[in-house]
């Protein structure tokens, strides 16, 4: 991945903690899950993505960072797309563990 794409998603991931919009991000509501979204970065390798959840009261995880590389269609591939589901399962039961050992 390209160190410039790194940092935009840093800077991004950065102002999304802040409350703040970086205005490269955008729900993904067809997933059936709320508080998923990704941050979309274009440069000239491609187009790149990070998506993550703000579904956890006091923590952002990031569940998938990948290029996009499907010639047709915006619509995010399904097997990216079961990945970010079966993260998110995991994520929800590690913020659980963390909440309680807190």
Known sequence: MPEAVIKEFGHSLRDIQKGRDPG????????GETGISEIVVD????TF???YTI???DAIA???????KSKSGIATPKKEID????????????????????
């Open 43 to 46: 440069e000239k390798a491609g």
């Open 83 to 102: 990945l970010v589901l079966q993260r998110l399962k995991q994520a929800r039961i590690e913020y659980n563990e963390w909440k309680r050992e807190k």
């Open 24 to 31: 490269n991000t955008k729900p993904l509501r067809h997933l």
């Open 49 to 51: 993505r990070t998506v």
């Open 62 to 68: 990031v569940l998938h960072v990948f290029q996009k």
């Open 55 to 57: 579904e956890f009261k």
